[in-house]
């Protein structure tokens, strides 16, 4: 147990819909950092949060959007969704920025 | 254009022997490489760690070495058990540069009794 938590565990969606991901870091951390894995692929770095600020960018869609509160969770807003946003995604945290990051067990997300 | 390279999708070892994972790299100011371990239905585990000023780093049956020269690191797992049976992915971290973590696409590694 990595200590991150994510839920929902699985989310079946339609076309068009909207939803958001929730993600808890390890007791401790400030960073939080979004990650989709699509089938069969690498992880690709979607965003990543420090103390309730954006910190980085990566591949993330327009239609995704993330934020980190004041108690450090974060959550990851999905929108307009595709049949290609059909993925895991994966929360991690880390201590600062730069550091050894902890995965949450994932949410996979199903988009019909 | 993949800064972190994993170029086996997949290796199968016997019970017992070495697994050797290999990790190639384009960026020469990553300073920082880590290993993880990622089991089906379950989020990326960290296995290991080596910092660019050093050349190795063991941890029990893990061992990683890495090649600045030929920007290449490896991963070896001696004894090999049933339970590495998982996907390894190899990221790399640029100091000063966002600080993040490219990740490469994973190695699949099945250890066969």
């Known amino acids: 147990d990595s200590g991150v938590t994510q839920t929902p565990k699985h989310l079946i969606t339609a076309t068009g819909q909207r939803v958001t991901l929730r993600c808890s870091p390890r007791s401790g951390d400030l960073s939080v950092y979004w990650y989709q894995q699509s089938l069969d692929q690498g992880l690709q770095f979607l965003i990543q949060y420090y103390n309730g600020e954006e910190r980085a960018k990566g591949n993330i869609l327009e239609r995704f959007s993330a934020q980190q509160f004041p108690d450090l969770h974060s959550e990851l807003n999905l929108s307009s969704l595709e049949l290609g946003d059909s993925a895991l995604y994966f929360c991690?945290?880390?201590?600062?920025?730069?550091?050894?990051?902890?995965f949450g067990p994932g949410t996979r997300l199903l988009v019909l | 254009d993949q800064q972190v390279k994993q170029n086996s999708p997949s290796l199968s070892v016997q019970e017992g022997r070495i697994s050797i994972l290999n990790c190639d790299y384009t960026?020469?100011?990553?300073?920082?490489f880590l290993w993880y371990k990622k089991y089906p239905a379950e989020g990326p585990t960290f296995l290991i760690s080596i910092s660019s000023i050093k050349d190795k780093n063991e941890d029990g049956r893990f061992t990683v070495f890495l090649n600045k020269s030929a920007k290449h690191l490896s991963l070896h797992i001696v004894p090999s058990q049933p339970g590495d049976s998982a996907v390894y992915f190899c990221?790399?971290?640029?100091?000063?540069?966002?600080?993040?973590?490219?990740f490469g696409p994973g190695t699949r590694l099945s250890v066969l009794p």
């Open positions: 991690a945290s880390s201590e600062s920025f730069g550091e050894t990051q902890y």
């Open positions: 990221a790399a971290r640029q100091r000063n540069y966002g600080q993040n973590f490219v």
């Open positions: 960026n020469s100011m990553f300073d920082y």
